[in-house]
Antibody, heavy 122, light 107 residues
Framework: EVQMLESGGDLVQSGGSLRLSCAAS????????MSWVRQAPGKGLEWVSA???????FYADSVKGRFTISRDSSKNTLYLQMNNLRAEDTAVYYC????????????????WGQGTLVTVSS | DIQMTQSPSSLSASVGDRVTITCRAS??????LNWYQQKPGKAPKLLIY???SFQSGVPSRFSGSGSGTDFTLTISSLQPEDFATYYC?????????FGQGTRLEIK
């Protein structure tokens, strides 16, 4: 059974840092791109970042230069290092597998974790 | 960046109704379009990928169509468990973008 379990969410002050983790199981982790998607309270879904199996990384403009996505295939774990946090980064952060189709490398997010809450106080 | 615009933003309907949600991309995304359902306090669930392909386990009352810039999600006969928020997502290019969501409520 495919599962993702996020951890690391917390209350942090503006300007602070936090590292989120996502432990994946039930599939060959290194074969899939992985992504982070967030949802601010009462708002819609916002794609944050993705990392390909080969290690290529991609970011939303809103987090570029502040967030770093990485993966450790020996631990089947995805990470999101978040620096210089702002109030607008307050959200539930979801880890999601990217399952490709056609000639695209990303495809769709077919499995999601339950999310971890990050609250940034100003 | 590719902008995704959903309509309507909210919709009231009754059990048994046929419902259509539309999603428009700001440029052609061929069929790199996915639909998700989200219920309060839960993670999104993939319903349709590649514009019209069913994710495993999704009831056949859900269907998707479209290509290029215009897409639709149709629920043929609403069931009580279908009242939720629906999002489209393009995966043609990064940054990956979502529509703003359509909240489907019980009339």
């Amino acid at each position: 059974e495919v599962q993702m379990l996020e951890s690391g969410g917390d209350l942090v002050q503006s300007g602070g840092s936090l590292r989120l983790s996502c432990a994946a199981s039930g599939f060959t982790f290194s074969n899939y791109a992985m992504s982070w998607v967030r949802q601010a309270p009462g708002k819609g879904l916002e794609w944050v970042s993705a990392i390909r199996g080969s290690g290529g990384t991609f970011y939303a403009d809103s987090v570029k230069g502040r967030f770093t996505i990485s993966r450790d295939s020996s631990k089947n774990t995805l990470y999101l290092q978040m620096n210089n946090l702002r109030a607008e980064d307050t959200a539930v952060y979801y880890c999601a597998r990217a399952s490709p189709y056609g000639s695209g490398w990303y495809g769709s997010n077919d499995y999601w974790g339950q999310g971890t809450l990050v609250t940034v106080s100003s | 960046d590719i902008q995704m615009t959903q309509s309507p933003s909210s919709l009231s309907a009754s059990v048994g109704d046929r419902v259509t949600i539309t999603c428009r991309a700001s440029q052609s995304i061929t069929t790199y379009l996915n639909w998700y359902q989200q219920k309060p306090g839960k993670a999104p669930k993939l319903l349709i990928y590649a514009a019209s392909s069913f994710q495993s386990g999704v009831p056949s009352r859900f269907s998707g169509s479209g290509s290029g810039t215009d897409f639709t999600l149709t629920i043929s006969s609403l069931q009580p468990e279908d009242f939720a928020t629906y999002y489209c997502q393009q995966s043609s290019s990064t940054p990956i973008t979502f529509g703003q969501g359509t909240r489907l409520e019980i009339k």
